[in-house]
């Protein structure tokens, strides 16, 4: 056995390992699809906040679709995205107004709800303009939303001239994603502003832990007279402020001035949250500071936040990669701390504070003891949702190292298909990364990025200095006159690039399309370099639903690249020849679906079809016996696997 092949056995069993000891023994499902799976079971038809016995648009509500789309995109299990739009369903209506919301009551907590109305907008379904209607209906709140003299948001209109940590997470995460998807880049700037006055007036010089909220007027019986600031530094407040801060980051322009900065507030607080972790459980108390006073608890939901955004942060690269320890042994100590197993199968999530509020009326003054006397909650919602996006984050840390420092460039030149976005641009679709509807890659190349990969376009012809850098390589259904009015086919001196970059070591995917759909002849210049032709036959042209049309079974002996997959759907398919260097490694009933060719140091991976985009993965379409989304994940490692063999 070759070195690599023993260090990457070496790679998985450690990992095995390490989840173990995360969780204590070997489980059949990860943490997030168990507790995901727990909170449907609570909440079948609708979601109940604290006591309520109605459904109410509701910020928890917001909270827990979106937890529930982050398992979505790990699973590809359509049920959590039906979820969401039977959920969102209840309170939109036709026209885009929401049931149960007040938009006069300007509050911020009503903002994050329309986080998931962004997530079905951008799906491929036909009602999906309502969700557009409603979600313009929360932009329009918060732009004429009260805000203080320097601009930062009124958590409320009943609560005049503050502004509240839990604010910067209801409002911003949804106003930069808005802003981003509707083109309003100028609204990057407001966002930042809310972060930096935060910092500018609610943090802690000493500590650098960051106060619940500040009072602009100074008015308030909870508010210092000079600083404005609440007295206590409340572990969820925080929590809420460190989520937002990497929520936004995902949004936030690349290259915008503010970007730095936010980067900045979250590597001022990660060190902070350390500090303050408790040494001995690895969670953090209800009071931050003041972990050894009498009366104060290890509370769940901070922790589940703490630990969600040092990891997430850590594993972008925002603040150092040590965090992820931290982040690790915060997450042991709420498996240890709060999560309990159900006799029947489910799992909870104990020592939820169930609120945390200045003002009001009653009067909250915000002193030690109002905080501790809140009544603590199990399977609350603002715990639950928390630990599912952190259990998702340590999944993910748990086998991102496969892909870590590996680039996979998506050909954007060959394949350069257009359509209009809501702000009337145009953009690149069809086998597109960015692609959110049925007819994009985005959830390949969310697989790539949980891997640990960067994933990148390429869209001019291949060269040696696009290539450069590149370690997995992918050109899919490159357009014929029909799909583009100037396509651009495969030239004499792009396969001399490509030739030469796989030579080199480079992982080449060549996926085309039955014959109908693709410009075959090109493509097949190129192809046949590597031994391989794309055939004039077309198979498994699937009649409606009659899915099994398109079966394509991985056989139980033959485990070369699909590991967890057996039951393949692929439609519409060009079968493929071969010749040395090529060969086989996947035929269903005398025909090539699948061929290898190894090349000097690299490999060339080709399929007749794009199989893997959106529609073919999230299970809301096809019959959910096929293992789509696992083959495109097992596939995804192989091909990373190749590249390291450079």
């Known amino acids: 056995m070759n070195y690599l092949s023993t260090h990457t056995i070496k790679l998985t069993f450690l990992t095995l390992l390490g989840l173990i000891a995360t969780t204590g023994f070997a489980q059949q499902k990860p943490w997030s699809t168990q507790m995901a799976d727990s909170f449907i079971s609570w909440n079948k038809d609708s979601i109940l906040v604290g006591e309520a016995k109605r459904s109410n648009w509701n910020y928890e509500q917001g909270l827990m679709l979106k937890a529930l789309e982050r398992v979505f995109y790990r699973t590809g299990e359509g049920k959590y995205f039906e979820y969401i739009r039977k959920d969102a369903d209840q309170f939109v209506k036709a026209d885009g107004s929401i049931r149960t919301y007040d938009f ?19 799906q491929t379904q036909p009602d999906k303009e309502k969700y557009k209607k409603a979600a313009d209906l929360l932009w329009k709140q918060l732009s004429e939303q009260p805000k203080i003299k320097e601009g930062g948001y009124w958590h409320k209109k009943r609560y005049p001239e503050q502004m509240w940590l839990d604010g910067l997470f209801m409002a911003e995460p949804f106003s930069a994603e808005y802003s981003l998807l509707f083109n309003h880049p100028e609204h990057f700037d407001d966002i930042a502003k809310q972060f930096e006055l935060i910092e500018k007036y609610a943090v802690d010089e000493k500590t650098g832990l960051v106060y619940h909220a500040y009072d602009d007027a100074k008015e308030q019986k909870w508010a210092d007279k000079k600083t404005g600031r609440s007295p206590h530094f409340w572990g969820r407040a925080i929590g809420w402020y460190a989520m937002a801060l990497v929520e936004v980051l995902d949004y936030f322009p690349k290259d915008h001035p503010k970007r730095p900065e936010l980067i900045k507030y979250l590597q001022r607080l990660a060190p902070v949250l350390a500090k303050y972790q408790d040494k001995n459980s690895g969670v953090w108390y209800q009071i931050m500071d003041q972990g050894t006073r009498k009366g104060n608890y290890l509370e769940a939901s901070a ?107 998506l050909d954007y030149f060959f394949n350069k298909e257009v359509r209009k976005t809501a702000a009337g ?70 396969i001399t690039e490509i030739e030469k970059w796989v030579k080199a070591g480079g992982v080449l995917v060549l996926m085309a399309n039955d014959t109908a759909n693709c410009e075959i002849p090109h493509f097949n210049e190129l192809a046949k370099v590597f031994g391989i032709q794309f055939t004039n036959k077309n198979r498994n042209m699937v009649q409606g639903l009659q899915f099994e049309q398109g079966r394509i079974d991985v056989p139980a002996n033959d485990k070369t690249i ?85």
């Open 562 to 646: 699909f590991k967890n997959a057996s039951k393949l759907y692929i439609k519409e398919l060009s079968p493929i020849a071969v010749t040395p260097p090529a060969k086989s490694i996947l035929t269903d009933h005398g025909d090539i679906i699948m061929a290898v060719s190894k090349y000097g140091k690299g490999t060339v991976y080709a399929l007749g079809d794009p199989w893997i985009y959106n529609e073919y993965l999230d299970g809301r379409r096809i019959d959910n016996s096929f293992e789509n989304f696992a083959a495109a994940k097992d596939l995804s490692i192989w091909l990373l696997q190749q590249a390291a063999k450079k």
């Open 104 to 122: 006069n009551s300007f509050n911020l907590d009503n903002i994050p709800s329309g986080r998931p109305l962004l997530t079905l907008y951008q």
């Open 303 to 409: 922790s589940c936040m703490f630990v969600y955004a040092l990891a997430k942060g850590s594993r972008l690269g925002y603040i150092p990669a040590t965090y992820a320890t931290v982040a690790k042994k915060g997450y042991e100590g709420i498996l240890k701390t709060f999560v309990e197993k159900e006799k029947d199968g489910t799992i909870s999530l104990n020592k939820t504070v169930s609120v945390g509020g200045l003002g009001g009326t009653p009067y909250r003054d915000g002193s030690y003891e109002y905080y501790l006397s809140e009544p603590i909650r199990k399977n609350d919602l603002k715990g639950v949702g928390p630990f599912i996006m952190a259990s998702v984050e340590m999944e993910i840390a748990s086998e991102n190292a496969v892909g870590k420092g590996k680039k996979v460039a």
């Open 425 to 494: 641009q145009e953009e690149p679709f069809h086998y597109t990364w960015e692609d959110r509807q049925h007819s994009g890659y985005w959830l390949w190349g969310s697989i790539y990025r949980e891997l640990g990969a960067q994933t990148v376009s390429i869209p001019s012809a291949p060269t040696a200095e696009n290539l450069k850098g590149i370690d997995v390589y992918i050109i899919v259904d490159p357009d014929t006159k029909k799909e583009s009015p100037n396509p651009n086919f495969v030239q004499p001196k792009d």
